[in-house]
Nanobody
Framework: EVQLVESGGGLVQPGGSLRLSCAAS????????LGWFRQVPGRDREGVAC????????YYPVSAKGRFTISSDKFKNMWYLQMNSLKPEDTGVYYC???????????????WGQGTQVTVSS
Protein backbone atom coordinates (compact mmCIF):
# COMPACT_ATOMS: atom_id res chain seq x y z
CA GLU A 1 0.00 0.00 0.00
CA VAL A 2 1.36 3.40 -0.99
CA GLN A 3 1.54 5.92 1.85
CA LEU A 4 2.76 9.51 1.69
CA VAL A 5 3.32 11.85 4.64
CA GLU A 6 4.13 15.56 4.31
CA SER A 7 5.95 17.65 6.89
CA GLY A 8 7.59 21.05 7.22
CA GLY A 9 4.67 23.44 6.91
CA GLY A 10 4.12 26.37 9.21
CA LEU A 11 3.92 30.14 9.52
CA VAL A 12 6.52 32.27 7.76
CA GLN A 13 6.84 35.98 6.99
CA PRO A 14 6.78 37.28 3.42
CA GLY A 15 10.22 36.85 1.86
CA GLY A 16 11.02 33.88 4.07
CA SER A 17 11.67 30.25 3.21
CA LEU A 18 10.29 26.81 4.04
CA ARG A 19 11.32 23.30 3.08
CA LEU A 20 8.60 20.68 2.81
CA SER A 21 9.33 16.96 2.92
CA CYS A 22 7.39 13.95 1.68
CA ALA A 23 8.13 10.52 3.12
CA ALA A 24 6.94 7.66 0.93
CA SER A 25 6.50 3.93 1.41
CA UNK A 26 5.04 1.07 -0.59
CA UNK A 27 6.44 1.89 -4.03
CA UNK A 28 9.60 2.49 -5.99
CA UNK A 29 10.46 5.80 -7.62
CA UNK A 30 11.26 4.37 -11.04
CA UNK A 31 8.76 5.35 -13.75
CA UNK A 32 6.80 7.60 -11.38
CA UNK A 33 6.20 11.31 -11.35
CA LEU A 34 6.55 13.11 -8.02
CA GLY A 35 4.56 16.24 -7.33
CA TRP A 36 3.68 19.04 -4.97
CA PHE A 37 0.23 20.64 -5.17
CA ARG A 38 -1.40 23.56 -3.42
CA GLN A 39 -5.03 23.84 -2.34
CA VAL A 40 -6.58 27.24 -1.61
CA PRO A 41 -10.24 27.42 -0.47
CA GLY A 42 -12.50 28.23 -3.39
CA ARG A 43 -9.86 27.43 -5.99
CA ASP A 44 -8.82 24.36 -7.94
CA ARG A 45 -5.89 22.37 -6.67
CA GLU A 46 -2.76 23.54 -8.50
CA GLY A 47 0.54 21.89 -9.28
CA VAL A 48 3.47 23.94 -7.96
CA ALA A 49 6.29 21.51 -8.76
CA CYS A 50 6.58 18.10 -10.44
CA UNK A 51 9.48 15.79 -11.22
CA UNK A 52 9.75 12.75 -13.48
CA UNK A 53 12.10 10.26 -11.89
CA UNK A 54 13.19 8.57 -15.11
CA UNK A 55 15.01 11.65 -16.39
CA UNK A 56 14.84 14.15 -13.49
CA UNK A 57 12.89 16.63 -15.59
CA UNK A 58 11.05 19.25 -13.56
CA TYR A 59 8.02 21.45 -14.06
CA TYR A 60 7.08 24.68 -12.32
CA PRO A 61 4.21 27.04 -13.06
CA VAL A 62 5.04 30.68 -13.69
CA SER A 63 3.95 31.56 -10.16
CA ALA A 64 6.61 29.28 -8.65
CA LYS A 65 9.43 29.30 -11.19
CA GLY A 66 12.62 30.79 -9.78
CA ARG A 67 11.38 30.50 -6.18
CA PHE A 68 10.43 26.82 -5.71
CA THR A 69 12.65 23.79 -6.24
CA ILE A 70 11.66 20.12 -6.16
CA SER A 71 14.27 17.46 -5.42
CA SER A 72 14.26 13.78 -4.50
CA ASP A 73 16.32 11.25 -2.59
CA LYS A 74 15.62 7.78 -3.93
CA PHE A 75 17.66 6.07 -1.21
CA LYS A 76 15.56 7.70 1.52
CA ASN A 77 12.24 7.36 -0.35
CA MET A 78 11.67 11.08 0.08
CA TRP A 79 11.20 14.22 -1.95
CA TYR A 80 11.26 17.87 -1.04
CA LEU A 81 9.96 21.28 -1.95
CA GLN A 82 12.26 24.19 -1.18
CA MET A 83 10.27 27.44 -1.18
CA ASN A 84 12.09 30.77 -1.15
CA SER A 85 10.93 34.38 -1.38
CA LEU A 86 7.51 33.37 -0.13
CA LYS A 87 4.51 35.59 -0.78
CA PRO A 88 1.12 35.80 0.96
CA GLU A 89 -0.49 34.27 -2.13
CA ASP A 90 1.58 31.13 -1.54
CA THR A 91 -0.61 30.39 1.49
CA GLY A 92 -2.48 27.10 1.29
CA VAL A 93 -2.44 23.40 2.07
CA TYR A 94 0.41 21.65 0.29
CA TYR A 95 0.12 18.01 -0.76
CA CYS A 96 2.71 15.62 -2.09
CA UNK A 97 1.60 13.04 -4.62
CA UNK A 98 2.76 10.35 -7.05
CA UNK A 99 1.46 9.27 -10.42
CA UNK A 100 2.43 7.59 -13.69
CA UNK A 101 2.15 10.71 -15.85
CA UNK A 102 4.48 13.45 -16.99
CA UNK A 103 1.70 16.03 -16.60
CA UNK A 104 1.69 18.22 -13.48
CA UNK A 105 -2.06 18.28 -12.93
CA UNK A 106 -4.01 16.72 -10.03
CA UNK A 107 -6.06 14.33 -12.19
CA UNK A 108 -2.87 12.58 -13.29
CA UNK A 109 -1.84 11.70 -9.72
CA UNK A 110 -3.35 8.80 -7.80
CA UNK A 111 -1.53 8.68 -4.45
CA TRP A 112 -1.76 11.61 -2.04
CA GLY A 113 -0.53 12.66 1.36
CA GLN A 114 -2.69 14.29 4.01
CA GLY A 115 -1.43 17.83 3.39
CA THR A 116 0.53 20.36 5.41
CA GLN A 117 -0.50 23.98 5.99
CA VAL A 118 1.73 26.81 4.78
CA THR A 119 0.81 30.32 5.90
CA VAL A 120 2.73 33.37 4.66
CA SER A 121 1.82 36.42 6.71
CA SER A 122 3.37 39.28 8.63
Amino acid sequence: EVQLVESGGGLVQPGGSLRLSCAASGFTFDDYALGWFRQVPGRDREGVACLTTADDNTYYPVSAKGRFTISSDKFKNMWYLQMNSLKPEDTGVYYCATGPSIWCIPDEYDNWGQGTQVTVSS
